[in-house]
T-cell receptor
Framework: AQSVSQHNHHVILSEAASLELGCNYS??????LFWYVQYPGQHLQLLLK??????LVKGIKGFEAEFIKSKFSFNLRKPSVQWSDTAEYFC????????????FGTGTRLTIIP | DTGVSQDPRHKITKRGQNVTFRCDPI?????LYWYRQTLGQGPEFLTY????????KSRLLSDRFSAERPKGSFSTLEIQRTEQGDSAMYLC???????????FGPGTRLTVT
């Protein structure tokens, strides 16, 4: 069965530091890839998505992610984080284009120190 | 706010009781998904509907779980004879066929004592 791995469980950074969160998936076919964010006390929100085309995708709040097919990766990046980026980040994949169900990673908790 | 809504937000119940949760999707969305999230894990797929038809159920969904979407609008998820292992956040999401973006509700946190 397909799976999604997020190897960083908890990342702590200072404001203005650069961020990269890893995401790897195990599936050899066509995929749609997503990053969702959950701010404290709020519901899951879509940060960005990749369906096809340019492998570098830009999302809200200055986030971007790069799809590297050969590495089965979809890492999330931000050049300069802010305290308000403190949240939990989930990578997810769609591999079944009949039901479009999401398969999520375990999440990465990001803490930004002012 | 016209996003996905869920009710109740929190539910505490005793083991063996039945509970029912409700999800109201975004109005023009014909697909509705239920996920379950436990501590330290990402959401896991439970079941989904296209309009009123329940098209797939995960093996996570035991016989004690049932979901309905009678008129293709809101959905209910019922858990019968709750067990402590049912304690989790139950998330609902909706989307439109052909547009692979799911919008999530705030979830219902279930605690079984």
């Amino acid at each position: 069965a397909q799976s999604v791995s997020q190897h960083n469980h908890h990342v702590i950074l200072s404001e203005a530091a650069s961020l990269e969160l890893g995401c790897n998936y195990s599936y050899g076919g066509t995929v749609n890839l997503f990053w969702y964010v959950q701010y404290p006390g709020q519901h899951l929100q879509l940060l960005l998505k990749y369906f096809s085309g340019d492998p570098l995708v830009k999302g809200i709040k200055g986030f971007e992610a790069e799809f590297i097919k050969s590495k089965f990766s979809f890492n999330l990046r931000k050049p300069s984080v802010q305290w308000s980026d403190t949240a939990e980040y989930f990578c997810a994949v769609i591999t079944n284009f009949g039901n479009e169900k999401l398969t999520f990673g375990t999440g990465t908790r990001l803490t930004i120190i002012p | 706010d016209t996003g996905v809504s869920q009710d109740p937000r929190h539910k505490i119940t005793k083991r063996g009781q039945n509970v029912t949760f409700r999800c109201d999707p975004i109005s023009e969305h014909n697909r509705l998904y239920w996920y379950r999230q436990t501590l330290g894990q990402g959401p896991e797929f439970l079941t989904y509907f296209q309009n009123e038809a329940q098209l797939e159920k995960s093996r996570l969904l035991s016989d004690r779980f049932s979901a309905e979407r009678p008129k293709g609008s809101f959905s209910t998820l019922e858990i019968q004879r709750t067990e402590q292992g049912d304690s989790a956040m139950y998330l609902c999401a909706s989307s439109r066929t052909g547009i692979n973006e799911q919008y999530f509700g705030p979830g219902t946190r279930l605690t079984v004592t």
